[in-house]
């Protein structure tokens, strides 16, 4: 089986309407990507229905990530194309084997993926800038030099470079907490002028396990889609500060974000890390939402992830 890593691609030409927020329309829903985004959102979520916890919980999502809209339109026309890091999908036709990949003999440079475990066989297409799986799409920027998002069923080990993060952190549950999160986060990149990317990333600083995935410590982030993007530091309930570049061991994931999703595919990390000893947990676990509310949650692309370090011979 052969093992396909790419370079992180070069810095694109951010087209100058990238970098401001869409113009607002009053008490207008989100329609999903492209679509915008205003601050009378409250209103929307007063007409959205509320009969029970599960409907309550889409909706908080769904608010959270309105914000993937505000890049896509006003950069579809210039986002330049991204390589692929996997084979396309005559490649991915042609391969039959579904047992876990060679493990990486050497540490990833930023933006590098391999393909470790799950389904070895399912491949995003790249067109555009724009990802595509299956009926999945995402079409909102990443952060400069980001990998490429991991198919749902797949498991890759891959290598985040430093990235400028706004920071929200909060001690609720991260389901109920996103909705206080959007708003401070929001109108910290609307009074920058920082365009929206993908993904939105949470990190659960208290989760151990699979068995103890239910966070009262986490941490929202909005992604700058450039590191030198504006200074860092407090912007009143926001923290502005570059996190470091990170090997992490992701579990692609489809359906409606939130921890009861995240179980199943954490679970299925620390198996692979059972059997693989030269690999260690070295972080915290965080999940990374690629898509607003236009799609339906069966199909909204996410990950599972935790960081990674390679273990040397004498220390297992």
């Not at 601050?39 to 409250?42: L, N, V």
């Not at 909102?140 to 952060?143: G, V």
């Given at each position: 089986m052969t093992i396909r890593i790419f370079p992180a691609p070069t810095r694109p030409v951010l087209h100058p309407v990238c970098a401001i927020p869409p113009p607002q329309r009053k008490n207008a829903a989100p329609e999903g990507p492209g679509s915008e985004t205003t601050?009378?959102?409250?209103s929307i979520r007063r007409a959205r229905p509320v009969e029970s916890p599960v409907m309550h919980t889409q909706s908080i999502a769904a608010l959270v990530l309105a914000a993937l809209a505000l890049g896509a339109a006003a950069c579809s026309s210039s986002r330049p194309a991204r390589q692929a890091s996997l084979a396309s999908s005559a490649d991915a036709a042609a391969s039959t084997d579904t047992s876990a990949g060679p493990l990486p003999a050497q540490p990833l440079a930023p933006?590098?993926?391999v393909r470790v475990g799950g389904d070895m066989n399912t491949r995003i297409t790249e067109r555009d800038g724009e990802f595509f799986v299956g009926p999945l799409s995402i079409d909102?920027?990443?952060?400069e030099g980001y990998p490429d998002p991991t198919p749902p069923g797949a498991?890759?080990?891959?290598?985040?470079p430093a990235v400028r993060r706004a920071e929200f952190r909060g001690t609720s549950?991260?389901?109920s907490g996103m909705d206080r999160a959007f708003w401070p986060l929001f109108n910290h990149i609307k009074s920058r002028d920082i365009a929206m990317t993908s993904p939105v990333e949470m990190d659960y600083n208290d989760v151990q396990d699979a068995d103890s995935a239910k966070s009262r410590d986490w941490t929202m982030s909005f992604l700058y889609r450039y590191q030198d993007q504006g200074p860092t530091g407090e912007d009143g309930a926001v923290v502005v500060r570059d996190a470091p570049p990170v090997t992490v061991l992701a579990m692609g994931v489809k359906g409606d974000y939130g921890m009861e999703k995240a179980r199943p595919a954490m679970e299925q990390?620390?198996?692979w890390?059972?059997?693989?000893?030269?690999?260690?947990?070295?972080?915290?676990w965080r999940s990374l939402y690629y898509n607003g509310p236009k799609l339906m949650w069966w199909n909204k692309w996410g990950e599972i992830q935790i960081p990674?370090?390679?273990v040397s011979a004498a220390a297992r």
């Open positions: 601050p009378d959102m409250p933006g590098q993926i909102t920027p990443l952060p498991m890759d080990i891959k290598t985040y549950t991260p389901e990390i620390e198996a890390l059972a059997a693989n000893p030269q690999w260690r947990a070295a972080g915290n990674v370090e390679r």
